[in-house]
């Protein structure tokens, strides 16, 4: 698929949007079911990005990867916590690190619609996975959420543990390739004990002996 600047891609939108019919142009845009952006839109495009979706009813799924979005996440998040159409967010390879998991992770608490998460590959700490745990605590819509390939830690599972014991609705996390080690594991393998909901759990490529790996594995 060949790649467009932020420049044009924000024409092609806005092209849609203002000329012709208004309902035309907002019908043709709002019902795209998939929007790949496989460009580095940055900041700047994020804030546009961010903006679109705060005016969108229809949109199904956004896929943001390899934008290097950064900071830009602030407005991604602000724009999640009234949007009410969004289902599908991929944000990895992003360089957002705990600061854009701060955004998110709020922005779950309020959001209502969201379904899948992708997170994965952004340099996410334990501070980051504190964020989004807080968010999973409370949201009663998210089935899906990818966090591999960070660097979370002990420390971080122990937040994601605190998280799977009251939430009720995710059905997949994907924690692998985030140095995870024994002390860890325990704290997933605990929580699970009082969650019911939870069906596939990635916990590969982590520091964690074979048996600890097969016991955490549906």
Request: aromatic share 6%; glycine share 8%; net charge positive.
């Amino acid at each position: 698929m060949s790649t467009l600047p932020f420049s044009a891609l924000q024409h092609m939108i806005l092209t849609r949007l203002l000329l012709g019919s208004p309902i035309q142009s907002f019908v043709i845009f709002c019902y795209v079911i998939l929007i790949r952006l496989v460009s580095d839109i940055g900041v700047e495009g994020s804030q546009f990005i961010g903006e679109v979706l705060k005016c969108s009813n229809a949109l199904r799924s956004l896929q943001l990867s390899d934008n290097r979005i950064g900071d830009g996440s602030v407005f991604i998040g602000a724009a999640l916590r009234v949007n009410y159409s969004l289902t599908s967010l991929s944000l990895c390879h992003n360089q957002i690190g705990d600061k854009g998991l701060l955004f998110i992770g709020a922005a779950l608490k309020s959001n209502n619609t969201l379904t899948s998460l992708t997170v994965s590959g952004n340099n996410i700490r334990y501070k980051g996975a504190r964020f989004i745990s807080e968010g999973l605590k409370v949201n009663h819509t998210l089935t899906h959420l990818n966090l591999s390939h960070n660097n979370i830690g002990d420390k971080g599972a122990q937040f994601m543990g605190e998280a799977i014991k009251v939430n009720r609705t995710l059905v997949k996390l994907d924690l692998c390739v985030n140095n995870i080690g024994e002390e860890g594991s325990r704290f997933i393998e605990n929580s699970m004990e009082l969650n019911k909901s939870l069906k596939h759990l990635d916990l590969s490529r982590n520091q964690i002996a074979e048996k600890g790996a097969e016991l955490l594995h549906p």
